[in-house]
Each structure stands twice: as structure tokens, then as C-alpha cells.
């Protein structure tokens, strides 16, 4: 018999968590793309590339929601639990800002960002497998897989700039 406590997460906030990682690799990966540019020019393509991918999550979700309520609740539903994937922009974006403002080189305000936003996805990654009851090795399993992710997308960083 198995005498952990049971867990239950919810669908919705399953959704939120998913949302958040898939929004911390968006940025992520946008970010590491853009070395080049002027400040304006990345805020705008983060924000948007993030926006879009949102916007097709949500239209997606939404096809394929099994619920029987009417499409424009379901829409609704997936736009709301969705949302993080957007709001996890937020703070890579700041760092960047933030660190330009004070001088830092963009490259180096971008590395900093996509750091940011990985930290963001070990996190989030970790609480939502503790979230699920998985066992410790499994939460940490999950951290080390988010933090290899993480690693892999700096040092591809690194590597492009």
C-alpha cells in the first residue's frame, strides 16, 4: 500500500503549468536569436513570437477540448488557463530591459534573459511534478531534465553569438 498522500491536479492547472514551460522555451529560444538588434526589435519579436504561439496553443486546445459546452466557453477557458504562456515573457524581458538601461550589452542582457527564462521553466517544471505526487526521484528527475533543457538552449546561445 502506498501511504504518500494523494495528489490530484487539476486539468486547469495542469494547462497553466504546461502553458508556463511551453512559454518559458518560446521565449527562450527567441531570445537566443536575436544578438543583433536593437532593444525595440526584441521587445517586439518576444512579445509577438509569444503572442502567436498563444494565440495557435489556444485555437488548438480549443479543437480539441472534449467539454460540451459551447465553443465560445471553451475558447474562453483555454484563453484564460493559457494566459501564463504569455505573462512568462514578462520578466525575461525586464532583465533584458533593465540591464541595457544600466549599460549592459545587449548580447550579454540577452544571455541574461534567456537564463531567466530557463530558470523559469526548472521551476515551473518542478513544482508541477511535485504538484503531481511524483516521487522524489521523479521530481528530481524533472528539475535535472528541465535544467539539461536549459543548459542545451544557453550554450546554444553561446554558441550562435
Known amino acids: ?4 498522500p ?4 487539476g486539468h486547469d492547472a495542469a494547462e497553466r503549468i504546461s502553458a508556463g514551460c511551453y512559454g518559458a522555451l518560446v521565449s527562450a529560444s527567441t531570445l537566443i536569436g ?4 536593437d532593444l525595440a526589435l526584441v521587445i517586439a519579436v518576444v512579445a509577438l513570437t509569444n503572442v502567436v504561439y498563444f494565440a495557435t496553443h489556444v485555437f488548438a486546445y480549443s479543437l480539441g477540448d472534449t467539454s460540451t459546452d459551447r465553443p465560445s466557453r471553451i475558447f474562453l477557458h483555454h484563453l484564460r488557463v493559457s494566459a501564463p504562456m504569455v505573462s512568462v515573457t514578462f520578466l525575461p524581458l525586464l532583465v533584458v530591459v533593465v540591464l541595457v538601461a544600466f549599460g549592459v550589452s545587449l548580447p550579454t542582457a540577452l544571455l541574461w534573459g534567456v537564463g531567466v527564462a530557463m530558470a523559469y ?6 513544482a ?3 504538484l503531481r505526487g511524483y516521487s522524489a526521484l521523479g521530481v ?5 531534465g528541465a535544467a539539461i533543457v536549459s543548459a542545451l538552449l544557453i550554450s546554444a546561445k553561446l554558441m550562435l553569438h
Open 1 to 4: 500500500m502506498d501511504d504518500r
Open 6 to 9: 494523494s495528489r490530484t491536479l
Open 128 to 130: 508541477g511534478a511535485r
Open 140 to 144: 528530481v528527475l524533472t528539475a535535472a
Open 121 to 126: 521553466l526548472v521551476v515551473v517544471a518542478t
Open 34 to 37: 536575436l544578438g543583433t538588434t
